[in-house]
């Protein structure tokens, strides 16, 4: 396994569209929401650690999820774990990371993913990482894996790269934020435009190199704390500094600021799992379109549902369809699938009902 | 208060209709279904000893309710609980307790009443009771209670009485089994129609005779014990015996054949609490007529649900209207109250898909 290889694994989201199984203090990417045996940041850190050594392998995430993390991947040293004193978005923690890994191996290429996105096919994503990977240890590259749309989604960013490239590596005219439905048809229809999965890859020099020019005061910040990383001093720095840093999403910060911007087209499946209607996709289904996570049931004129309780509950519906049905020891969740964007605020509503 | 007054509750039966809460282990009369702090059985038994003295009041029920019967009824004695060692419907168990308590006092006037229905009123029921004792107490007189009928429901029997008499206690024509629709609004348009609530009254030589000339066979089973009755050497009688009775209700044994059945008309509001829909029907409701017992809830776009949970739990629901929601530890049920009916066949359903 090549040891300039290293991966970042961002594990600080709260997935609260997940609710209530998803929460503040156990989000998503810690539940096994597939009912394969595995939480979602245990599937993640599997995926890449056939490509990645597991001790190249950071996890960035929350204080209060540090023990959730290491529990969850024992194979994981505590150094592993980066840990935000304050949110503050993607790109002051990648940075952060880069400059932690490069003090360590300036050789190093990486490879930033979310932890709790589903991937099918798992030798496809291998191939494709290892692919940008070669192409960043020789090229000052900025890449990203697109995944080929299936729909206009409007729930996802895209990326637009050079139609007249027949290379695996395309050059990135320009990155999309999440669009209408008018425009997301037309980028289909157009055919050069890709869903953003959140999945970067490059060396430490080039991404560090582009901080220093898009984010000079980012990068400033995080530059003074080079003699503390990886030593006992680290955690006084970050403790005083990291709540200085701007609050920005990596893409905003340097991707769609960059002109070696590259993307390489996924040849996997893949999902963001952002919603109980994009995990119903993704489960077994019995006879009627209904999902059934660690439930008995007897669904009697009922269609299209998902639903999950505590292992072996029994659950008896009639004359439900599309509907997300959760229990979860003292909250119970009946809602349309198709207000699944709501469940966000119903946390809200219910503060205001009930207070905390 | 009158010596001569006594009582018996019928607690034996199941309510499988109100599954999940209501189970052969822990059937609806031992159940908080109102959400009142008392269950129906103690509410029942309470109801009574405003009228009658607690010594005198028997509960007849299921050897397997026997312990839930002394935990909720801590005033009754062991004597008082008379238990069914076979299920053999009302009339055996009937007769049985009848000829304890002629034993015990042959002066007795009964009642016997279910010991799971609603009654608002308690004042009037006392008064209608009062005036049947005493009627009992001087006449050869089988006596109910009838409830004026608000709608033709086809779910209950109905007690068609003279409608020439113009007397408080009124001469009973015949006994009529649960309609079809056509027949109960005809029921209804005749005026001289009431509910059957199972609610009887009789002084126990009356009953016993009814017995001895109607159901001779059932008589003399039963009689073969008088000298066992109250003593040590009864439990080893019924043990033998009981099996042995006919299976059928009092109604048939000896109401529908006797020509000195009488009815008083109820002044009290009465249900049956037969279904959570007539349950629904008794509590109270939020703005959006939910009823909801126990939970904490967030209802929206819902209306007209009952939504029974553990204390506490918190249910968050959506688009939904007109449901039965009941959470039960390890059960969920979500069925429309349209199908209240169904309920009871959902457990042979769930046997046949997961055996016992």
Chains 1, 2 share one sequence.
Request: proline share 4%; with cysteine; net charge negative.
């Amino acid at each position: 396994m090549n040891k300039n290889y290293y991966a970042i694994l961002m594990a600080g989201g709260v997935g609260s569209r997940f609710w209530p199984v998803s929460t503040q203090d156990y989000p998503k990417q810690f539940h096994d929401m597939l009912g394969t045996g595995h939480t979602l940041i245990q599937k993640t850190f599997h995926r890449l650690s056939k490509l990645i050594p597991k001790e190249n392998i950071f996890i960035l995430t929350n204080e209060r999820y540090n023990d959730l993390v290491l529990e969850q991947l024992p194979e994981v040293t505590k150094k592993q774990v980066v840990l935000e004193p304050a949110m503050r978005n993607t790109a002051p923690c990648i940075l952060y990371a880069s400059l932690k890994i490069q003090k360590e191996n300036p050789n190093a290429v990486m490879l930033v993913a979310p932890s709790d996105h589903w991937i099918e096919d798992e030798q496809s994503f291998s191939n494709n990482v290892q692919q940008a990977f070669e192409f960043c240890s020789k090229n000052k590259a900025l890449m990203t894996l697109g995944i080929q749309p299936t729909f206009p989604n409007t729930g996802y960013g895209y990326i637009e790269y050079d139609k007249a490239s027949t290379k695996l590596v395309k050059p990135v005219n320009q990155f999309r934020e999440k669009p209408d439905y008018e425009t997301a048809r037309s980028f289909i229809e157009q055919g050069n435009f890709l869903w953003n999965a959140g999945i970067f890859m490059w060396s430490v020099n080039t991404v560090i190199e582009a901080f220093k020019t898009s984010k000079p005061e980012l990068f400033k910040l995080f530059e003074t704390g080079i003699p503390a990383y990886n030593t006992e001093l680290e955690d006084d720095f970050i403790k005083i500094n990291y709540p200085k840093a701007e609050n920005v999403s990596v893409d905003y910060a340097i991707m769609e600021k960059s002109d070696n911007v590259f993307v390489i087209v996924a040849e996997f499946d893949w999902n963001d799992l952002g919603t109980w209607g994009s995990l119903y996709d993704k489960l077994a289904k019995d006879s009627h379109n209904n999902a059934i996570l660690n439930a008995k049931s007897l669904a009697e004129n009922a269609e299209g549902n998902i639903i999950r309780t505590n292992k072996g509950k029994l659950v008896v519906i009639d004359g439900l369809n599309d509907y997300i049905i959760v229990d979860k020891d003292d909250v119970l969740l009946i809602y349309p699938k198709s207000k699944e964007q709501d469940i966000k605020q119903v946390q809200q509503r219910l503060k205001a009902k009930y207070g905390n």
